[in-house]
């Protein structure tokens, strides 16, 4: 028989035991079928609880702990403290204020996600200097990483995949005088040991090609230096290659407390501009033998050399003439040519030198 609680009958009760049988399924309290009742635990009244809950009927207040050894089920959201935060389906939000993550002891925050799923952080709207995603640290005295990545990758198709670490997209400026980094590192300076503001290690030589950085076209400027004494740092006794894949176009070598410069097969060494008793620039072939230039320039203008080289078509060069600091310009006076100023021939010259002999009566200038 069923037990009534506030009247005569269970259609009208507004407490009742429904014991139709022996199960568990088939016994029930019921509490506010006919009426509406809520109810009240440790209290007369559900003060101090969040105030978006009121007690307005079929509502239930307990103003201890609720414990259940098994699962708790809710068509709307776990709503927990003043500032509500609600663990709803399929989403946490608070409404205002930090929500935090925090793990005690060694314990680890763990994001599982399966074979197509991913982990996303999305912001609308960012205020002015708002950081969409911080990530910092304190008390750090021994050696650790604020970010760790770690990409696996393997084989297993037949087609040519293309796997990205850190794959970052960034528009261009919206405006003019607009600025957009991809990325910006910005350090303090070293007081002590060593500051890299961007490292990269080596690896070891495999069969495929190894590009520590890879650039594409269509830049400006693939590195720009704003600083006005920018410095390329090599390590000590090493080789520094331009190559276009296959030859190497310009390479300098270490040679101690001196360096070397080969462009296209020809060394140049040990090149000063202060030395005026010996040679100041040296071009030698890869053999040691002279190099004949091609696009030799100075000031933007050819220089002829007495080779031959870097002369304009059909000329013929003149090893009479010479030049040293004690000397100035000196030409062969055995040498029996004119020399003639302002035409191609003496016959019709203002000026010449008439160089018919070695005796001084046979040389003269004819104005």
């Known amino acids: 028989s069923d037990i009534v609680i506030g009247g005569t009958a269970t259609t009208t009760s507004p407490v009742f035991f429904s014991l139709s049988g022996v199960n568990a399924s088939s016994n029930r309290l019921i509490l506010g079928q006919n009426q509406n009742m809520d109810v009240v635990i440790g209290n007369t009244t559900s003060s101090g609880l969040n105030s978006a809950f009121q007690l307005s009927g079929n509502d239930l207040f307990v103003q201890g702990n609720i414990g259940s050894a098994s699962s708790v089920y809710t068509n709307g959201a776990f709503v927990a403290g003043t500032d509500s935060t609600l663990y709803g389906d399929g989403f946490i939000t608070r409404t205002s204020g930090d929500l935090a ?14 074979s197509d799923s991913n982990i996303r952080v999305s912001s609308t709207a960012p205020g002015n200097g708002t950081n969409v995603m911080a990530i910092s640290n304190t008390g750090a005295s021994n050696s650790f990483n604020l970010v760790d990545l770690n990409m696996a990758v393997g084989a297993g198709d037949a087609g040519v995949d293309t796997n990205v670490a850190l794959n970052i997209n960034v528009p261009g400026p919206a405006e003019s005088g607009d600025v957009v980094y991809g990325i910006q590192i910005s350090a303090a300076a070293a007081s002590a040991g060593t500051l890299n503001g961007l490292r990269i290690d080596g690896v070891s030589a495999g069969a495929g090609t190894q590009d520590a950085i890879s650039i594409g076209g269509s830049w400006d400027s693939e590195i720009r230096f704003f600083g006005t004494t920018p410095v390329l740092r090599m390590a000590d006794s090493s080789t520094f290659d331009i190559t276009d894949g296959t030859n190497n176009l310009w390479t300098l070598t270490d040679l101690g407390t ?75 006076a055995t040498a029996t040519t004119d020399i003639v100023f302002g035409s191609t021939t003496s016959t019709n010259a203002p000026v010449f030198f008439s160089l018919t002999g070695t005796s001084a009566s046979s040389n003269r200038l004819i104005i």
């Open 258 to 332: 001196a360096g070397q410069i080969t462009v296209g097969g020809g060394i140049f060494t040990n090149v000063t501009s202060t030395n005026a008793t010996s040679t100041n620039l040296a071009f030698t072939s890869a053999s040691g033998s002279s190099l004949l230039l091609n696009t030799l320039t100075v000031g933007g203008q050819s220089v002829c050399l007495a080779n031959g080289g870097n002369c304009p078509a059909g000329f013929t060069t003149d090893l009479n003439w010479s030049y040293s600091i004690a000397n100035d310009l000196v030409y062969n």
């Open 101 to 114: 993550f925090t793990t005690g002891g060694t314990g680890n925050l763990v994001f599982n996600t399966d």
